[in-house]
């Protein structure tokens, strides 16, 4: 009986942990609960929504090579109201969730 309970201990605070430990979502299935809406599902902002507030087309080369990750990742974390209003997704995504969302608006280069 006490072997089991030794090994059932050291189970059950494993359980416990990884149950606590948050999943990152995919990149796709991020993209297209939260950033759709604005720059289309093909990325290039032609969605009423995206034309209103002047959302980036994501598919511009010439973006691409002026922007950096880091910028991406803080536009996403953060927003931007500068060119557009872009609402921050820091309450609602990980930096871990973000981290791949900007390798998938990478991916979107046309």
Same mark, same amino acid.
């Given at each position: 009986?006490?072997?089991?309970?030794?090994?059932?201990?050291?189970?059950?605070? /494993? /359980?416990?942990?990884?149950?606590?430990?948050?999943?990152?979502?995919?990149?796709?299935? /991020?993209?297209?609960?939260?950033?759709?809406?604005?720059?289309?599902?093909?990325?290039?902002?032609?969605?009423?929504?995206?034309?209103?507030?002047?959302?980036?087309?994501?598919?511009?080369?010439?973006?691409?090579?002026?922007?950096?990750?880091?910028?991406?990742?803080?536009?996403?974390?953060?927003?931007?109201?500068?060119?557009?209003?872009?609402?921050?997704?820091?309450?609602?995504?990980?930096?871990?969730?973000?981290?791949? /969302?900007?390798?998938?608006?990478?991916?979107?280069?046309?």
């Amino acid at each position: 009986m006490r072997t089991l309970a030794i090994l059932y201990v050291p189970f059950f605070f /494993l /359980l416990t942990w990884a149950s606590s430990v948050p999943t990152a979502r995919p990149a796709p299935q /991020l993209y297209r609960r939260y950033c759709v809406s604005c720059h289309g599902s093909d990325g290039k902002a032609k969605t009423s929504k995206g034309r209103f507030s002047h959302a980036r087309d994501l598919t511009d080369p010439q973006w691409h090579a002026d922007v950096s990750d880091e910028r991406i990742f803080n536009s996403i974390m953060n927003g931007r109201d500068i060119s557009g209003n872009m609402p921050s997704f820091a309450n609602k995504m990980n930096e871990k969730e973000v981290e791949s /969302l900007v390798t998938f608006v990478r991916g979107l280069k046309g």
